[in-house]
C-alpha cells in the first residue's frame, strides 16, 4: 500500500487496529512495524523533488 501510493504521489492517512495475534506483544510489534515503514515514507515524501 505504501509504495503503491508513493509511486502514484497520494498521500496517506491510516489508523490502527488490533486483533492481529493472541499476544498483546505480537499486535503492538505489527503496529511498531507499520509506524516505522510510515515514518520511512514520510521522510521520502518530504524530501522528493517537486
Known amino acids: ?3 503503491w501510493a508513493w509511486q ?3 498521500p ?3 489508523a490502527m ?3 492481529y495475534g493472541q499476544r498483546m506483544e ?3 510489534q ?4 507499520t509506524f516505522a515503514v510510515a515514518v520511512a515514507y514520510a521522510r521520502r515524501w518530504h524530501n522528493r523533488p517537486r
Not at 30 to 33: A, D, I, L, R, T
Open 1 to 3: 500500500m505504501f509504495d
Open 26 to 28: 505480537d499486535t503492538v
Open 8 to 10: 502514484r504521489g497520494l
Open 17 to 19: 487496529a488490533g486483533g
Open 12 to 14: 496517506l492517512a491510516f
Open 30 to 33: 505489527v503496529q511498531v512495524n
